[in-house]
């Protein structure tokens, strides 16, 4: 019975370009992104320009603050559904 609820969809990568969105959605700058998301500035931009992957913890986490943002959001090869 269980298994046929729903559940969050945070396996997701989220690439380079839907973090950008969700940033600048959330209408932040790099700083402001990085203290909110506990990461350097430097770590944003480097996931924001695809040079580095967030890392798991960090992905569950966008994941979690663009599912309050948009709703859920769902990506899947690195395309937004």
């Known amino acids: 019975m269980l298994d046929k609820i729903a559940k969050p969809m945070y396996s997701a990568h989220m690439d380079a370009a839907a973090i950008r969105r969700l940033r600048a959605h959330m209408n932040v ?15 944003i931009s480097n996931w924001e320009r695809g040079v580095l992957k967030p890392d798991k913890a960090h ?5 979690q603050l663009a599912d309050q943002t948009y709703g859920p959001l769902i990506v899947e090869n690195g395309k937004d559904r």
């Open 29 to 43: 700058n790099q700083n402001e992104f990085a203290i909110l998301v506990g990461a350097s500035r430097v770590s």
């Open 59 to 63: 992905q569950i986490l966008l994941q």
